[in-house]
T-cell receptor, first 110, second 118 residues
Framework: QAGLTQPPSVSKGLRQTATLTCTGN????????ATWLQQYQGHPPKLLSY???NRPSGISERFSASRSGNTASLTITGLQPEDEADYYC???????????FGGGTKLTVL | EVQLVESGGGLVKPGGSLRLSCAAS????????MNWVRQAPGKGLEWVSC??????????AASLKGRFTISRDNAKNSLYLQMNSLRADDTAVYYC????FGSGIDYWGQGTLVSVSS
């Protein structure tokens, strides 16, 4: 089934700002937004932001989500070594009645 | 504390079957929609199925073509995934995950590995 589109990799320097993108369509991201997940190798994903762009309790303010049309974005400010991970977006697709995921972006902090 | 613990994974031959279980605790299980999401080795996340709180609504990924069945037992705080006609490309870590009323999949278990090989 159709997935969301994310760049495979992004590299940024320590303490810089990274913006990750996620593109879908009007049935998913454009409908009610996307969520963002962080995953370290060998660990389960962790939710960073809900579809309404709110952060779950305990998630750093350095992570902020937004949406413009069919594209969702995750901005990470003040990059730290521990931010190096895989980041996935997901959205409920109303035409498929399914959650769809992006292919993931590997963030490297230089 | 929300906890989701999967079990039932293992090595199975192509064409075989396996039943995964997920034991939930730390929240009112009967109020939440639940999901199964899988991740093949070195690959991204792939949604498998979800089931509403009372089992009234059940959805599957189209790619499964009727081979998997999701179910739940609210009295036992448990979620299940019956997998039949398994293929090599079903090899993955299978995660049990809670759905926060459509706002997002907010809690994930540690996963259970399913390996399909002869």
């Amino acid at each position: 089934q159709a997935g969301l589109t994310q760049p495979p990799s992004v590299s940024k320097g320590l303490r810089q700002t990274a913006t990750l993108t996620c593109t879908g369509n009007s049935n998913n991201v454009g409908n009610r937004g996307a969520t963002w997940l962080q995953q370290y190798q060998g660990h389960p994903p962790k939710l960073l932001s809900y579809r309404n762009n709110n952060r779950p309790s305990g998630i750093s303010e350095r992570f902020s989500a937004s949406r413009s049309g069919n594209t969702a974005s995750l901005t990470i400010t003040g990059l730290q070594p521990e931010d190096e991970a895989d980041y996935y977006c997901s959205a409920w697709d109303s035409s498929l009645s399914a959650w769809v995921f992006g292919g993931g972006t590997k963030l490297t902090v230089l | 504390e929300v906890q989701l613990v999967e079990s039932g994974g293992g090595l199975v031959k192509p064409g075989g079957s396996l039943r995964l279980s997920c034991a939930a605790s730390g929240f009112n299980f009967s109020r939440y929609m639940m999901n199964w999401v899988r991740q093949a080795p070195g690959k991204g996340l792939e949604w498998v199925s979800c089931i509403s709180s009372s089992s009234s609504y059940i959805y599957y990924a189209a790619s499964l073509k009727g081979r998997f069945t999701i179910s739940r037992d609210n009295a036992k705080n448990s979620l299940y995934l019956q997998m039949n006609s398994l293929r090599a490309d079903d090899t993955a870590v299978y995660y049990c995950a809670r759905d926060d009323f459509g706002s997002g999949i907010d809690y994930w278990g540690q996963g259970t590995l399913v390996s399909v090989s002869s």
